[in-house]
């Protein structure tokens, strides 16, 4: 099972998910989106919960309001920080976790430290607990299919982009072309280049 949460307190909203257990953790971290963002209860056992961002956004882009939602999301979900405050979420882009051969079912790593961010949270914020669960779906989707799906459309986007970029291409050549012929015509007709009788040395007016 996966929890769908909506993150409005932004417009457009964004949407939060999370596993119902390791081993559905364990589904999500294997098909979740590149654009996802993964936040963890730092050094302590938790859900593992995923931010969709909109495409082109990084981790600089994730509005306060959204992160504070999905932090507090992530201490609500387990068991010790959500009874501790002053607790620590690290974070970090779906590309950036590392699962090898030898880690648990859910376990993953890093593959750049310097890509984790860390959030201080003092305590938990009933308010944005409670409106957030509010939200809540409980769903059984076909997250390889739905990853499928996303490449699917992400390689159109690619073929698309690059034929308008061949196309722009063809009609800058195009353009080009077209103007060095008129350059070319422009100087054929001036003045000086044109030659007429007297410039073949025949001063005479009469014709045959």
């Known amino acids: 099972m996966v929890f769908y949460f909506k993150s409005s307190v932004v417009s457009p ?12 953790n364990e589904e999500l971290l294997k098909w979740a989106f590149p654009e996802d963002v993964w936040f963890h209860v730092d050094k302590l056992s938790s859900a593992h919960v995923y931010l969709r961002l909109k495409p ?8 306060e309001a959204v992160l504070t939602d999905c932090v507090q999301l992530v201490k609500a979900n387990s068991i010790q920080g959500n009874k501790s405050n002053n607790i ?6 779906f590309d950036n976790l590392k699962k090898t051969a030898g880690m648990d ?4 790593g890093f593959h750049k430290q310097k890509e984790v961010r ?9 308010e944005i607990v409670n409106r957030l669960n509010k939200t809540k779906v409980e769903t059984k989707p076909d ?10 459309k992400e390689r159109e986007k690619v073929k698309e982009q690059d034929r308008m970029r061949r196309k722009a291409e063809r009609e800058a050549a195009a353009a080009r072309e077209e103007e ?6 422009s100087n054929y007709m001036k003045t000086e280049n044109m030659s007429t009788n007297l410039d073949a ?6 014709f045959m």
């Not at 082109?56 to 509005?63: R, Y």
């Not at 079912?105 to 993953?108: A, D, I, P, R």
């Open 13 to 24: 909203p964004y949407d939060i998910y999370v596993g119902e257990d390791k081993h559905e």
């Open 56 to 63: 082109g956004e990084t981790l600089d882009d994730i509005p």
């Open 88 to 93: 620590d979420v690290v974070y970090t882009m």
């Open 105 to 108: 079912v859910g376990q993953v």
């Open 118 to 126: 860390k959030v201080f949270v003092e305590k938990r914020i009933n």
């Open 143 to 152: 997250l390889r299919a739905l990853r499928e799906e996303r490449d699917r």
């Open 180 to 185: 060095a012929e008129k350059r070319s015509y």
């Open 201 to 206: 040395g025949n001063d005479s007016d009469d």
